[in-house]
């Protein structure tokens, strides 16, 4: 039988909500003048222990056993997503956001070969073909960026690609995981990682600390458990691809907040890749429709 409308429906409003959270990355690290690891600290310490109130409030105390033990599944997505979350914060740091964004949008195709390798799961020719006009934006974007230029943090976007996307096809694999459990320990892990070298974690002001907290509950804590519920109710390639909606919203939020205008080659580039999830988007929620009448 195939998947109900509602779930895939359900899965596809999860993971757009997703990318709208995790977009905000830059414009609150444009907000904090610290060191990449202070604010992976207390990034990580917030959104995790948002996570975990929420999970208490839903499943009571049970819910702590998840975290103490989540299994082999729910340790390697949580340890998958701390090393996407810990090379993310100083990319943005060491390169152009548009770099970082447009580099995010190469993971569907990451995910679905990692998913077609390991689960046998074929993405459909609407997803490939959107997926190969996501990937003529960024090339277009690429295209336009110096040769050489942010190295490091060109190499940190590629390695956090790949672990987010490694990460999507472990949830696809293991549904009888608590996923957002696994989202409450790689938050707390990314802290303990970052400690050690977070220089400036004891000179924090109040104002820089409520930053912080809405850093990690809105941007990590709401996105990443949004994103593993939802990917959970999608195919691999679909789920990556959705998400790259993140893209092009990346330098919007940096362009409302700091007046920074992308090059016009980024706006082409972002445009198609926009273009390319919503066609894929609106092209399954027509193939539901037509086939629904006909399962009933």
Not at 247 to 274: K, N, S
Request: charged residues 10%.
């Amino acid at each position: 039988m195939g998947q109900p409308r509602s779930e895939r429906g359900l899965g596809i409003a999860l993971v757009v909500a997703a990318a709208i959270a995790w977009s905000t990355a830059p414009f609150f690290t444009r907000l904090l003048p610290f060191d990449p690891w202070t604010i992976l600290f207390w990034r990580g310490l917030f959104g995790g222990s948002l996570i975990t109130v929420f999970l208490v409030l839903i499943q009571g105390r049970g819910a702590l056993r998840q975290l103490a033990a989540p299994g082999r599944g729910g340790l390697l997505v949580a340890s998958l997503s701390t090393i996407g979350m810990v090379s993310f914060i100083p990319a943005l740091q060491m390169t152009k956001v548009m770099n970082v964004a447009v580099l995010i949008a190469t993971q569907p195709f990451v995910a679905a070969a990692l998913a077609w390798l390991w689960l046998d799961e074929a993405a459909t020719w609407r997803t490939l073909i959107a997926s190969l006009v996501a990937f003529a934006g960024v090339a277009i974007t690429v295209g336009g960026v110096a040769a050489g230029a942010d190295i490091g943090g060109v190499a940190l976007s590629c390695l956090m690609v790949l672990a987010i996307s490694a990460m999507t096809v472990v949830v696809r694999r293991h549904r009888e995981t608590s996923m957002v459990a696994a989202a409450a320990l790689s938050n707390f892990l990314g802290s303990l990682v970052s400690l050690p070298f977070a220089h400036d974690i004891t000179h924090v002001s109040g104002h820089s600390l409520a930053i912080l907290a809405m850093f990690g509950c809105l941007q990590v804590a709401l996105g990443l458990t949004f994103y593993m519920l939802g990917s959970r109710l999608l195919p691999s390639g679909q789920a990556s691809l959705i998400a790259t909606l993140e893209t092009p919203l990346m330098p919007f939020w940096v362009w409302v907040a700091f007046r920074e205008v992308p090059a016009v080659h980024a706006l082409i580039g972002g445009a198609l890749v926009i273009g390319a999830v919503v066609a894929d988007i609106a092209g399954d929620a027509r193939k539901r429709e037509r086939s629904e009448p006909a399962s009933s």
